[in-house]
């Protein structure tokens, strides 16, 4: 069974940056679309941004768009999203997902429907 492990979550001021990890061990993310999504209190669950197997294939959300990176080491079998200029509004918990079907570059983010394995999470708190 798949399992995601999401960490680099912590409490950061406006306007610093954190950088998320995603992996899984004793799988191989290359044959996975993997995606960022994150849900704050009272919120429905928004798609972050998402990374094809091999990391050809990137999308991000209009409002991180900028700000945030996606990147996939395959060497170390993890997937990274890089958090610059944070802002209170980015708050939430962060989760790693994990699919089977076909993305490409810059397409509209997949919903949560398309992903069917995800990690517990892991909060970003953007406070000064």
């Known amino acids: 069974q798949l399992q995601l492990v999401e960490s680099g979550g912590g409490l950061v001021q406006p306007g610093g940056s954190l950088r998320l990890s995603c992996t899984a061990p004793g799988f191989n993310l290359d044959y996975y679309v993997i995606g960022w999504f994150r849900q704050a209190p009272g919120k429905e669950r928004e798609g972050v941004s998402c990374?094809?197997?091999?990391?050809?294939?990137?999308g991000y959300a209009n409002s991180v768009r900028g700000r945030f990176t996606i990147s996939k080491d395959n060497a170390e079998n993890t997937v990274y999203l890089q958090m610059n200029s944070l802002k209170p509004e980015d708050s939430g918990v962060y989760f790693c997902s994990a699919g089977k079907f076909t993305y490409e570059h810059n397409w509209p983010l997949p919903p949560t429907r398309e992903y069917d394995w995800w990690g517990l999470g892991t909060q970003v708190t953007v406070s000064s």
């Open positions: 990374i094809t197997g091999i990391g050809t294939n990137t």
